[in-house]
């Protein structure tokens, strides 16, 4: 499996948000410049062999003054212990803010979808059967202005710093490796999800809902659409993109309400290696 941020499509997206795009090998690297201090800089989800000398030499002739990774290695791995020192011995320190989640949850889609169903907690289940009751629709569609007003609303009043990223995400992506779920109370959009797809994977990327949504419970029965839609594509995993993480407390204090939501689907609960900083 490798991971979307290690795309091309991916790094289209990183392009047309300001981001310089590099590579060592195979693998992308993302740099912004800042005047005076030189770059900083991130790669996403490396995979192992990890190229320690190559990584050393372009931080000297790009005068990166941070550089930071998130290794793609779950802690299951047999080798995780020698990975993490690798890092260690080299020099890097372990990231209190990491840049990539590293606690998730994978949903198996190779499953029949009544057996998806009924991997929900009950509770789970009793709300995407509410949502039905009290009248939501959750479909496909292209109203990607409609997402945005969703998400400005809930996330008022900074919710426009995101729409330049959500454009550009949908640029890049849509309509082959994309899917837009919106949630209709009496023909009003009132809740969304934004899925991506990679290497037969799917990417819980945005949510958002307004507070009627909520309350109809149209956040559940997205979920279960988004799930079917992924199945549909040929997905063979789900993946939530981060859920709490108990090793980074104050990174992520905000996160144990969704993770709470999450966790309420089932699947298999993944734990990366800790994101590095140089």
Not at 58 to 87: D, H, W
Not at 125 to 134: G, M
Not at 187 to 200: N, Q, T
Not at 251 to 273: D, L, N, P, R, S
Request: proline share 5%.
């Amino acid at each position: 499996m490798k991971d979307i941020r290690q795309s091309s499509r991916f790094a289209g997206f990183m392009k047309n948000i300001g981001w310089q795009v590099g590579k060592i090998n195979s693998t992308f690297i993302y740099l912004k410049k800042f005047p005076i201090f030189g770059y900083f800089a991130k790669i996403p989800r490396l995979k192992p062999p990890f190229p320690f000398l190559e990584i050393k030499n372009l931080v000297k002739n790009k005068n990166i003054f941070q550089l930071k990774i998130a290794p793609f290695v779950t802690c299951e791995n047999n080798k995780y212990k020698y990975y993490r020192s690798q890092f260690l011995n080299n020099g890097y320190k372990i990231e209190n803010f990491p840049f990539n989640p590293t606690t998730d949850i994978y949903i198996d889609l190779k499953r029949k979808e009544k057996d998806i169903f009924n991997s929900f907690t009950p509770a789970k289940r009793r709300a995407v059967r509410r949502a039905i009751k009290n009248g939501i629709i959750a479909r496909e569609s292209d109203d990607l202005e409609s997402f945005i007003r969703i998400r400005k609303k809930q996330y008022f009043p900074t919710g426009f710093l995101v729409v330049s990223e959500m454009k550009a995400l949908w640029k890049n992506f849509y309509p082959k490796d994309a899917s837009l779920i919106l949630a209709y109370n009496q023909g009003e959009p009132v809740a969304g999800i934004l899925l991506l797809f990679y290497d037969h994977t799917a990417y819980y990327w945005y949510a958002s809902s307004l507070k009627i949504g909520k309350k109809l419970f149209a956040p559940t029965l997205l979920v279960w659409e988004a799930l079917k839609v992924a199945k549909k594509r040929g997905c063979q995993t789900f993946v939530f993109e981060g859920i709490y993480d108990e090793r980074f407390p104050k990174a992520a204090e905000g996160w144990k309400g969704f993770t709470k939501f999450k966790e309420g689907f089932g699947g298999k609960k993944v734990v990366y290696m800790e994101n590095f900083y140089l």
